[in-house]
């Protein structure tokens, strides 16, 4: 099926052109016709499915097919609610792609940070919201945000809002919104009470399950290292001298570590990129360019910087370091493995990373396999990571989390 046959305007076919996306996922096929339809809609869906576009885009087209209203009186019109801030920025980042031909304006608010900014855009208007629970209860609370336009109310990922404890702010924000409205619930999970939130807030919703994550990344061959830091770099180089790898999408966690991974390997004789915020869109584009073209046989790249790329028969993902948030992990190593192609997923874990690797595996529901031929193998063991903890500013709840912990061995 083509987006063409799903009766989308010719803004949004442009604009998931420009993403690199040539044909929708499964979910999005089954769920975008009812969606447009005006149907409330539930899906048994996780991150990694498309399930994001799923929703998003029949939102932007309806929404878009509405009489403009000028830009001051601009109103939230759609509201999404989902568990964590990382969500939430990749759903506005995914609103901002694919609404990017039609003059919506969409935001996002979460906790952790200072809210003036997120008021000065609310009074400047948007059109559609994306928020955790905590904080736009907080702004309701203070009466700086207004919901009696909301047609539009997506709850994302559910069966983790109800893990982390956000039902009764999910109830509460809820009570706020038009009776009239079309309603989407997304959860990887059915537990009884998610069931029963359905029953009272969505109307004869239409039923969609698709395949679990754990099958979309069963197919990608995956294999850790276990690895001191200090020696990554040397690791990379071997592996890249003695195994084929005609091409790798390499993962860094931040921008210095990309520059000096990709100076290294230029070092050792590995043609390598970097790219990352830093770099001019002139450079990085070219960087790209560079690696489609099999110029460059390795690209170095942060998160966000490597969003968005789409690059056809990629065979190697390597994650110099491994993600903060493990939904990260499926968003990278599914760059490989596209349209069929069966692609090979290489994860370095120092000590500090365990806990890391411990979220990804329960997420994916893998144990990933420990590589056998490791000629570095690590030396520090594990009561170091009580003096030097994973050092990760930008998520203070996630790295409590991970402190209290207590840490298991080597497998
Ligand atoms: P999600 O499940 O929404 O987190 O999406 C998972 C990944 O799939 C994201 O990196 C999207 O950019 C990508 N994606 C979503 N829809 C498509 C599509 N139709 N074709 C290719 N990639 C897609």
Redesign the pocket.
Known sequence: MSFEELNLIAPIRDALKA???????EI?QQAIPPLLAGRDLVGCAQ???????AFAIPILQKLALEKKEPKSQRRIRALILTPTRELAV?IGD?FSGYGKNLGLKNFVIYGGVGQKPQTDALKSGIDILVATPGRLIDLMNQKLINLHHVSFFVLDEADRMLDMGMVNDVKKIISHLPSIRQNLLFSATMPAEIMKLIDTILQDPVKIAVTPISSTVEVIDQTVYYVDKKEKRKLLIHLLKEKDIPSALVFSRTKHGADRIAKDLVKAGVQAQAIHGDKSQGARQLALNNFKGRKTRVLVATDIAARGIDIMELSHVVNFDLPNVPETYV?RI?RTGRAGLGGTAISFCDVEEKPLLKDIEKLIRISIPVAEDNPYPPTLSEPELVSAPVQDKAEPQKRNRRRRRPSGSYR
């Not at 993403?19 to 996922?25: C, F, I, L, N, V």
């Open positions: 993403e690199g996306y040539t044909a929708p996922t999005q991150t990694g499915t498309g399930k994001t576009a990749q995914s968003h599914g």
